[in-house]
């Protein structure tokens, strides 16, 4: 069935330095691609978003990378700031109503 | 000041008894959603409603159940059927678009915890 995996689970870096989360999924008709962040006892926000028409998106520190040929997509974090810790969600979808969500990512800044 | 809310934010609930979760939208939104989210997991897709008066199963809805009677309202109920009901509920809503994916805007949560 369709899939999702992110990568890493946790991931700890210090301020100021760079994050990577990575995912990769498994139907190869997706073509929308959403990032949310979702801090402690709240919704998750969407944060960027693209889709399989566009390689790369950017805004301000955070940018998204799409490789369709390999079916995986990565979330890059510049200049890491203490609020951007938070479980980070990255997810998939082929077709309206059905989006597919990685396990999360728990990034923590370290000061 | 547009969005979606949903309540109670927190809901104690015996074991055997049915509870209703509630979420609106003022955003317009034709598509509202309801997802589970378990600790150290992602989102499970519970119910899904495109229009009124109608709704589709997701992955994991047996022991729910839901209701679209109004274009702003999409209430969940958890039924004494549902065995591990203990979760964050999440809502979202959506643009729909036929075919075309439309982005999806999250509601606050209700933590439910059976008793």
């Known amino acids: 069935g369709e899939n999702v995996e992110q990568h890493p689970s946790t991931l700890s870096v210090q301020e100021g330095d760079s994050a990577v989360i990575k995912c990769t999924y498994s139907?190869?008709?997706?073509?929308?691609f959403p990032w949310y962040k979702q801090e402690l006892g709240k919704g998750p926000q969407l944060i960027i978003d693209?889709?399989?028409?566009?390689g790369e998106k950017k805004d301000q520190r955070i940018a998204v990378t799409l490789n369709k040929t390999a079916k995986h997509f990565s979330l890059h974090i510049t200049e890491t700031q203490p609020e951007d810790s938070a479980v980070y969600f990255c997810?998939?979808?082929?077709?309206?109503?059905?989006?597919?969500f990685g396990s999360g990512t728990r990034l923590s800044i370290r000061p | 000041d547009g969005g979606i809310t949903q309540s109670p934010k927190y809901l104690f609930r015996k074991e055997g008894q049915n509870v209703t979760l509630s979420c609106e939208q003022n955003?317009?939104?034709?598509?509202m959603y309801w997802y589970r989210q378990d600790p150290g997991q992602g989102l499970r897709l519970i119910y899904y409603?495109?229009?009124?008066?109608?709704?589709q199963k997701g992955d994991i809805a047996e022991g729910y159940s839901v209701s679209r009677e109004k274009k702003e309202s999409f209430p969940l109920t958890v039924t004494s059927a549902q065995k591990n009901p203990t979760a964050f509920y999440l809502c979202a809503s959506s643009i729909t678009s036929g075919s075309y994916t439309d982005t999806q805007y999250f509601g606050p949560g209700t933590r439910l915890t059976v008793l």
């Open positions: 409603s495109q229009i009124v008066n109608d709704f």
């Open positions: 997810a998939a979808s082929s077709r309206a109503s059905k989006i597919i």
């Open positions: 139907d190869s008709a997706s073509n929308y």
């Open positions: 955003l317009n939104h034709d598509a």
């Open positions: 693209i889709r399989s028409n566009v």
